[in-house]
């Protein structure tokens, strides 16, 4: 691992119990997806830059002093990497945190960690899911809001998806407090009706999340399909012929039922199936397109 900017022994990554990351939650983070592409002999980083952006727009609402630099985040990243020497697919966390022993108010000292692991793909993205409508509403901008990728927000995840597989569901999808469709715990959602794609809009209580963002630029280039952005009612599940949820650890998950109704033909619908292909296609780097967005390491490396 890095912690601090100093690569450590998984088991010497150590924080102090009483430090307001712990005691008051006060930690943002980024999860960030390498792909082993064995053909080219390369790992590639799928949008590192743009998941450190969002780290430090995080940072900068949670009010933390003195932001580390996207030199210091992107390097730590990077090293980890080459020192791990990964040849497989991997999942990253990156996390600032404070540090110390301060109150809940406080702003600093602020340390940080990236962390590295295997990550082979889920066997639920060829079966596909099955999700429920959770109780739990989704957290409102004026309260916690969604788009800063806050540890606490995670809570409001945390008990939708313990409540939907006590449930007997694999998943949940939150409502927000007005009742329209906001996304599930880690992961935006798209529904497909009469061909055309639609998602919800980045104020119903969404992550703007870098894979929705992919998927919407691939809609067009791929299908050429703009994909409509607006409310999405919770009946309105039921009427989809497709639903497929999207992110960074979800990657493109198809949804085969909600609330135990069969989402079309209660099977993986082919325009899912068609993003999922073309979006790990696009990562790994075997379709060359947007090579701005993959940062590449060699085995050499």
């Known amino acids: 691992m890095v912690l601090n900017g100093a690569i450590v022994p998984y088991e010497e990554a150590r924080i102090h119990c009483l430090a307001p990351a712990i005691t008051y939650a006060a930690a943002v983070f980024e999860g960030i997806r390498a792909y082993w592409n064995a053909e080219q002999q390369r790992l590639h980083v ?10 430090q727009y995080s940072m900068k609402v949670m009010r933390f002093e003195a932001p580390y630099s996207m030199t210091m985040l992107r390097a730590s990243v990077l090293d980890l990497l080459r020192v791990s020497r990964m040849r ?52 409102a901008d004026n309260a916690a809001p969604p788009r800063v990728k806050a540890t606490a927000n995670y809570v409001n995840g945390r008990l939708a ?7 007997g569901y694999d998943n949940a999808l939150l409502l927000t407090a007005n009742g329209t469709v906001a996304e599930a715990p880690g992961a935006c959602l798209f529904i497909v009706r009469d061909g055309r794609l639609i998602t919800p809009d980045v104020a119903d209580g969404i992550l703007e999340s870098i894979t929705r963002d992919t998927l919407l630029w691939g809609a067009q280039a791929w299908l050429g399909q703009t994909v409509e952005q607006r409310p999405i009612g919770r009946s309105e599940l039921y009427a989809a012929d497709e639903i497929f949820l999207c992110g960074t650890g979800a990657e493109v998950q198809p949804v085969i039922a909600v609330d135990r109704l069969p989402v079309g033909n209660g099977e993986v619908g082919p325009l899912a199936a068609a993003m999922q292909l073309r979006y790990f296609n696009l990562v790994s780097g075997r379709d060359a397109a947007r090579p701005d967005w993959r940062t590449e390491i060699a085995a050499t490396d």
């Open 46 to 55: 799928f949008r590192l830059d743009d998941h450190l952006h969002r780290l």
């Open 161 to 167: 998806s313990i409540q939907a597989r006590q449930d």
């Open 88 to 139: 497989e697919n991997a999942y990253l966390r990156v996390q600032t945190y404070i540090d110390g022993d301060g109150a809940m108010g406080a702003t600093g000292p602020l340390g940080m960690f990236v962390s590295c692991v295997r990550r082979p793909p889920s066997k639920l993205l060829q079966t596909g899911i099955r999700v429920g409508v959770s109780s739990w509403a989704r957290l």
